[in-house]
């Protein structure tokens, strides 16, 4: 088991950058396959991007291809969403999740349903 815990969250403007962290702690960190999600208020929780085990697979939303970064450290157990050009339509709240994996899986997963552990969520504000 692993729990998640979400940071970096906040409020600003159009065209600025904000870093969300998401540390794990429990079973081994690199056990898992991460993921970033968000929900915007009144609007189903969506897929933001993906990494594998080993960072050396990542997969991105649309939306957000280009102005995001995901990222992760292994030996820190953290994962990262660096986030630039932030846009209004960035605002929700953002979720870090994992999914076991296997050492021989670099793959990565788009769909909440793969992911058995969530954190709490930050909150992330782009005001126009």
């Known amino acids: 088991q692993v729990q998640l815990v979400e940071s970096g969250g906040g409020l600003v403007q159009a065209g600025g950058s904000l870093r969300l962290s998401c540390a794990a702690s429990?079973?081994?960190?690199?056990?898992?396959?991460m993921g970033w999600f968000r929900q915007a208020s009144g609007k189903e929780r969506e897929f933001v991007s993906a990494i594998s085990w080993s960072g050396g697979s990542t997969n991105y939303a649309d939306s957000v291809k280009g102005r995001f970064t995901i990222s992760r450290d292994n030996a820190k157990n953290t994962v990262f969403l660096q986030m630039t050009s932030l846009k209004p339509d960035d605002t929700a709240v953002y979720y870090c999740a994992a999914h076991p994996t296997s050492y021989s899986d670099r793959r990565t997963y788009n769909e909440p349903a793969f992911y058995d552990y969530w954190g709490q969520g930050t909150q992330v504000t782009v005001s126009s």
């Open positions: 429990g079973r081994s960190f690199s056990n898992y396959a």
